[in-house]
């Protein structure tokens, strides 16, 4: 009888282990798969940032292009970059940052958006800017193309007061010379003839 009451005891004893090893297999199974959906969200919003991370770099090389491109034009242009400079220096201190293993928040890289923005408004206004300096030079190429005109219109002018100046000038040295060598000549059958109240008298030969 002692041997048929052990039996029902182990049998219990056995499903209560059994109950436990099946209740711990299933909240090991419930952690085991969501820590697995944890870690997947978590690489999910990993790779994003990481995206968008990139993007930012490329936004950020793409702005500082512009940047060396604009600074080059208003050189051409023949005007002031130091401000254009000082913002490059900016832009190239915030990509320095940003490859130095900035956080990967969210509020990081809005941050870093919003400096795109600034940097894509200044940009903007520096073409409008740009396209004044460059209307400005024209103006001052059309200016100075008339002043050129006008110059070699009057240096040519110039020359023509000259060359009759010449003109006159040799022809008075003919004159004078045809006075001079008339003046040289002698008087040759000149007769003088006097006048008196009676009338004209005739000189004696």
């Known amino acids: 009888m002692e041997s048929n009451q052990q039996k029902p005891k182990a049998n219990g004893a056995l499903l209560a282990a059994l109950i436990l090893m099946t209740g711990l297999a299933g909240v ?4 085991y ?3 697995k959906t944890v870690a997947e969200t978590q690489e999910v919003t990993i790779a994003e940032r990481v ?4 993007n930012t770099r490329v936004k950020l090389d793409s702005i500082s292009t512009a940047l060396d491109t604009k600074i080059a034009e208003v050189q051409r242009l023949g005007g002031d970059v130091t401000e254009l400079q000082k913002v490059k220096a900016d832009l190239e201190a915030d990509k320095l940052a940003l490859s130095r293993g900035a956080k990967l928040s969210r509020a990081n890289i809005a941050k870093y958006e919003l400096k795109i923005q ?8 520096k ?3 740009i396209a ?11 200016d100075n193309q008339t002043l050129n005109t006008e110059n070699v219109t009057l240096k040519t002018r110039r020359q023509q007061l000259e060359d009759t100046v010449a003109v006159v000038a040799s022809q008075n040295q003919e004159l004078a010379t045809k006075v001079t060598r008339a ?4 008087a040759q059958n000149i007769k003088v003839l006097s006048v008196n109240p009676k009338g004209p008298s005739k000189s004696n030969d």
Not at 51 to 54: A, K, P, T, W
Not at 132 to 142: C, D, I, N, P, S
Request: net charge negative.
């Open 28 to 31: 090991s199974s419930y952690l």
């Open 33 to 35: 798969f969501d820590k």
């Open 51 to 54: 995206e968008e991370l990139s």
């Open 118 to 125: 600034e940097y894509m408004a200044y940009l903007a206004e």
């Open 127 to 129: 073409d409008t800017a």
């Open 132 to 142: 004044v300096l460059q209307r400005e030079k024209e103006v001052l190429a059309t």
């Open 183 to 186: 003046s040289a000549l002698k």
